[in-house]
């Protein structure tokens, strides 16, 4: 059974980074798009990071510049560097196959941007 459970969440201060992981088992997915998905309070859920086979990224614009997404194949895990954290990049964030369609949703991982 495919599952994806993400870690690396916390309290961090504007300016601060994180590093999100995405760790999937029952899986080899280096040939499957992966992306970084959140949801802020009140806000829908967006796709704020991918990451295509062979390995191209795309970002969405609001964060372009400060995140950076990759995979180590070898440990079948997908990361997010976020730096230079503001106060709306708060929220839970999920990682999920990248497209064209998604799978289940787990519990995420919560950041929270705060002075």
């Known amino acids: 059974q495919v599952q994806l459970v993400e870690s690396g969440g916390g309290l961090v201060q504007p300016g601060g980074s994180l590093r999100l992981s995405c760790a999937a088992s029952g899986i080899t997915f280096s040939i499957y798009n992966m992306g970084w998905y959140r949801q802020a309070p009140g806000k829908q859920r967006e796709l704020v990071a991918r990451?295509?086979?062979?390995?191209?990224?795309s970002y969405a614009e609001s964060v372009k510049g400060r995140f950076t997404i990759s995979r180590d194949n070898a440990k079948n895990t997908v990361y997010l560097q976020m730096n230079s954290l503001k106060l709306e990049d708060t929220g839970v964030y999920y990682c999920?196959?990248?497209?064209?369609?998604?799978?289940?949703w787990g519990q995420g991982t919560q950041v929270t941007v705060s002075s």
């Open positions: 999920n196959w990248g497209g064209p369609s998604n799978g289940s």
């Open positions: 990451i295509i086979y062979p390995g191209a990224t």
